[in-house]
Nanobody, 130 residues
Framework: QVQLVESGGGSVQAGGSLRLSCAAS????????MGWFRQAPGKKREEVAA????????YYADSVKGRFTISQDNAKRTVYLQMNNLKPEDTAMYYC???????????????????????WGQGTQVTVSS
């Protein structure tokens, strides 16, 4: 049974930092595309970053490039999202998601839509105040 458990959300002031973690279990970790998504009230869910577990190649949405960093610890089967220089518009529920049997070039280009990720965590709230 695949499980994804997020942690690390919270409230910070603009310009601050947070690190989100997503612990994965129940599948062969190095064969998947791991994504971080966010959804703010009244807005569509958007992918902010992704990493291909097999080679560590990454994708970032334009809105977070240069501020967010996705990384992984294969031994711990954990994916991280380091978020620096946070802005009020980053306020959202953040979700970790996994797609099995992904292709590296599609994962690292942001090709996969959220509907193509089959496993999701419960979400963690990030609130950035101005």
């Amino acid at each position: 049974q695949v499980q994804l458990v997020e942690s690390g959300g919270g409230s910070v002031q603009a310009g601050g930092s947070l690190r989100l973690s997503c612990a994965a279990s129940g599948y062969t970790y190095n064969s998947g595309c791991m994504g971080w998504f966010r959804q703010a009230p009244g807005k569509k869910r958007e992918e902010v970053a992704a990493i291909y577990a097999g080679d560590g190649s990454t994708y970032y949405a334009d809105s977070v490039k240069g501020r967010f960093t996705i990384s992984q610890d294969n031994a711990k089967r954990t994916v991280y999202l380091q978020m620096n220089n946070l802005k009020p518009e980053d306020t959202a529920m953040y979700y970790c998601a996994a797609r099995m049997g992904a292709l590296a070039n599609r994962c690292s280009s942001g090709y996969y839509a959220d509907s193509q990720f089959g496993y999701w965590g419960q979400g963690t709230q990030v609130t950035v105040s101005s």
